[in-house]
């Protein structure tokens, strides 16, 4: 993962946990407690697991990403997306920079005259939404979706394409976090 994308995981995670906060979704003493865990599972090259979404759902189980879903419809007006059979047009794939999109728990996942739709487990994040804005000249359609529904689609272009998930600090991969209420424990990552 490049400098750029780990500087934009840290941003993504600060202030989505921050919006979660200002929210009144998480109590500060508990996105304090995600924030070290998030350093933890950082400095432990653990890329696919640095989600302070991810550590305060299913690691500190103070918030269910349900209740972040709901929020993003009701307050910010997003629509829902389930892409586990959504397959990307190729010219989506092509350009796609899969590590912004680990560190951003986002993915453009199709495209309609001059709109881009991107599904996203971190909307509330002013970062993520500024990366993707800047990435693409065009207007974008935001969805929200689950950790899980982010992952097991990036892991499917990752096949498609021979993308394996870079470490940020060693080059390695790690495997994503579940939704099913607890963390997957870690396994060897396919090679490309």
């Not at 009701?74 to 794939?93: C, H, M, N, Q, T």
Request: glycine share 6%; with cysteine; proline share 6%.
């Amino acid at each position: 993962m490049s400098p750029e994308n780990r500087s934009l995981l840290m941003r993504a995670n600060r202030l989505f946990g921050a919006a979660l906060v200002e929210h009144n979704l998480v109590k500060i003493e508990d996105l304090e407690k995600a924030n070290e865990k998030l350093l933890e599972l950082i400095a432990a090259n653990q890329p696919r697991q640095a989600t302070v979404l991810g550590v305060l759902a299913y690691d500190l189980k103070v918030i269910r990403e349900e209740d972040v879903l709901q929020h993003m419809v009701e307050a910010e007006g997003l629509g829902l997306v389930d892409l586990r059979s959504y397959e990307p047009p190729d010219d989506i794939k092509k350009g796609l920079d899969m590590d912004a999109c680990w560190a951003t728990w986002s993915v453009p996942f199709d495209q309609e005259e001059d709109f881009m739709f991107i599904a996203t487990a971190y909307y509330l994040s002013p970062a993520v939404r500024t990366y993707w804005e800047k990435r693409f000249n065009t207007p974008l359609l935001w969805f929200g979706t689950t950790l899980e529904c982010i992952a097991e689609h990036l892991d499917r272009i990752g096949d498609s394409t021979g993308y394996k998930a870079a470490d940020p600090l060693s080059g390695g991969a790690a495997p994503a976090p579940s939704s099913s209420g607890t963390r997957p424990p870690m396994a060897a990552t396919r090679s490309a």
